[in-house]
T-cell receptor, first 116, second 112 residues
């Protein structure tokens, strides 16, 4: 199993450009999520999905779009990049529990994004 | 709301020293508690977890006990190694919710 994979590892954008961060998992997990990691702020949840066709907003969703057309993939789209979106982005996945909540979350290696 | 507070780092120790990283939480109900570790250039890995009060999670020599009376989940290790140098995150998840809430992370630096 490859686990959770993310591409690219590094990306530099200019303000106003758009791009998609890719995330894929091969563990058949129902739940997938995107976090951003900023110094002194820990990880903050951007968007999450509990299954194909279902997405919801996290703590900091503005400026980001997601979709979940398959169980395996959960891309994160920046429609018009801003310097405030300079961060390290992590994708994570896990099984959902029968009574709600999540099993252990598995994280990808991250994408370091710089917006100039 | 739910929140996690960790001690600020960096924590700098010599090899074989005793480690404590403090973590306290605020949550309604009975959350599950986690410690994640992030090695340089990598994503987060689950280090240990505890799902109810008085549970002790342990892994790789690290331990943490879920203390409901003090709302704490402090991470300890008796003898740290250089390879333990990393950033450690405390996190919680409330029953029925599908979101992890993270602390800000504590960087540990261990010198030979």
């Amino acid at each position: 199993n490859a686990g959770v994979t993310q591409t690219p590892k590094f990306q530099v954008l200019k303000t106003g450009q758009s791009m998609t961060l890719q995330c894929a998992q091969d563990m058949n997990h129902e739940y997938m999520s995107w976090y951003r990691q900023d110094p002194g702020m820990g990880l903050r949840l951007i968007h999450y999905s509990v299954g194909a066709g279902i997405t919801d907003q996290g703590e900091v969703p503005n400026g980001y779009n997601v979709s979940r057309s398959t169980t395996e993939d959960f891309p994160l789209r920046l429609l018009s990049a801003a310097p405030s979106q300079t961060s390290v982005y992590f994708c994570a996945s896990s099984y959902s529990k029968a009574r709600g909540g999540l099993d252990t979350q598995y994280f990808g290696p991250g994408t370091r994004l710089t917006v100039l | 709301g739910n929140s996690v507070t960790q001690m600020e780092g960096p924590v700098t120790l010599s090899e074989e020293a005793f480690l404590t990283i403090n973590c306290t939480y605020t949550a309604t109900g009975y959350p599950s508690l986690f410690w994640y570790v992030q090695y340089p250039g990598e994503g987060l890995q689950l280090l240990l977890k505890a799902t109810k009060a008085d549970d002790k999670g342990s892994n790789k020599g690290f331990e943490a006990t879920y203390r409901k009376e003090t709302t704490s989940f402090h991470l300890e290790k008796g003898s740290v190694q250089v390879s333990d140098s990393a950033v450690y995150f405390c996190a919680l998840m409330n029953t029925g919710f599908q979101k992890l809430v993270f602390g800000t992370g504590t960087r540990l630096l261990v010198s030979p």
